[in-house]
């Protein structure tokens, strides 16, 4: 199991402290969400601090990108850090372009989808992608309440991964906890992101090795 660490969450004003913190940790991944008050609700960090943030992070930089018109900003983000870098399928008018964008700049390519967009949207990009992101919450903000129906999400993606014959892994965010997460690992996801579970203790390193410990 992977565990990408959502910065979303993170304390803002002691950004590096954060990031090392999960550099001395179990965790795999930084989990970082773009956002541009257009596509979703919130804006968040951008380039800069991300390339900031890369100066110091020990491990891979998971960039989520719930933007329109990524494709505009894929060597940005390839020149700034990213090694992971997801789109969102519903804002991606030619995604097979995109997603060999990405990978012609060097980055592992990810598919975002929204928790209403149906698995099915994905069966002619899955064989071409390296993960696939489902939304448990409706993007935007963090410690939103997981939504249910995301269990019987991954079992369907899980079929279609096995289907299209697609070496994709599958990562989910929003709402994940040890309940949660241990449920999401039984039903097929590869990847978990968590933020508030994390930051919001008093002992995040702690609550990352409880994660860790999951099995799927």
Same mark, same amino acid.
């Given at each position: 199991?992977?565990?990408?660490?959502?910065?979303?969450?993170?304390?803002?004003?002691?950004?590096?402290?954060?990031?090392?913190?999960?550099?001395?940790?179990?965790?795999?991944?930084?989990?970082?969400?773009?956002?541009?008050?257009?596509?979703?609700?919130?804006?968040?960090?951008?380039?800069?601090?991300?390339?900031?943030?890369?100066?110091?992070?020990?491990?891979?930089?998971?960039?989520?990108?719930?933007?329109?018109?990524?494709?505009?900003?894929?060597?940005?983000?390839?020149?700034?850090?990213?090694?992971?870098?997801? @789109?969102?399928? #519903?804002?991606?008018?030619? /995604?097979?372009?995109?997603?060999?964008? &990405?990978?012609?700049? +060097?980055?592992?390519?990810?598919?975002?989808?929204?928790?209403?967009?149906?698995?099915?949207?994905?069966?002619?990009?899955?064989?071409?992608?390296?993960?696939?992101?489902?939304?448990?919450?409706?993007?935007?903000?963090?410690?939103?309440?997981?939504?249910?129906?995301?269990?019987?999400?991954?079992?369907?993606?899980?079929?279609?991964?096995?289907?299209?014959?697609?070496?994709?892994?599958?990562?989910?965010?929003?709402? @994940?906890?040890? #309940?949660?997460?241990?449920? /999401?690992?039984?039903?097929?996801?590869? &990847?978990?992101?968590? +933020?508030?579970?994390?930051?919001?203790?008093?002992?995040?390193?702690?609550?990352?090795?409880?994660?860790?410990?999951?099995?799927?």
């Amino acid at each position: 199991m992977i565990l990408s660490v959502s910065m979303l969450s993170a304390d803002f004003c002691n950004l590096q402290r954060e990031i090392e913190m999960v550099n001395a940790s179990e965790a795999d991944w930084l989990h970082l969400d773009i956002m541009d008050g257009v596509f979703v609700p919130n804006i968040t960090i951008g380039m800069p601090v991300v390339q900031q943030m890369k100066k110091h992070a020990h491990k891979p930089l998971d960039v989520h990108l719930m933007i329109v018109n990524p494709e505009k900003y894929i060597t940005a983000f390839a020149k700034a850090g990213a090694d992971y870098l997801t @789109v969102h399928a #519903e804002v991606c008018h030619h /995604l097979h372009r995109t997603v060999y964008a &990405i990978k012609d700049e +060097g980055m592992k390519a990810g598919v975002c989808i929204n928790p209403h967009t149906p698995v099915q949207a994905l069966e002619e990009i899955i064989a071409d992608t390296d993960l696939i992101l489902i939304m448990s919450v409706n993007p935007g903000f963090g410690g939103q309440k997981f939504i249910q129906s995301t269990y019987k999400k991954i079992e369907k993606l899980k079929n279609l991964v096995v289907q299209k014959n697609s070496k994709a892994l599958i990562e989910v965010d929003g709402g @994940v906890n040890l #309940e949660t997460g241990d449920a /999401l690992l039984k039903h097929g996801a590869d &990847i978990l992101v968590a +933020g508030n579970f994390i930051f919001n203790s008093t002992n995040p390193s702690h609550k990352i090795s409880q994660l860790k410990k999951l099995t799927n």
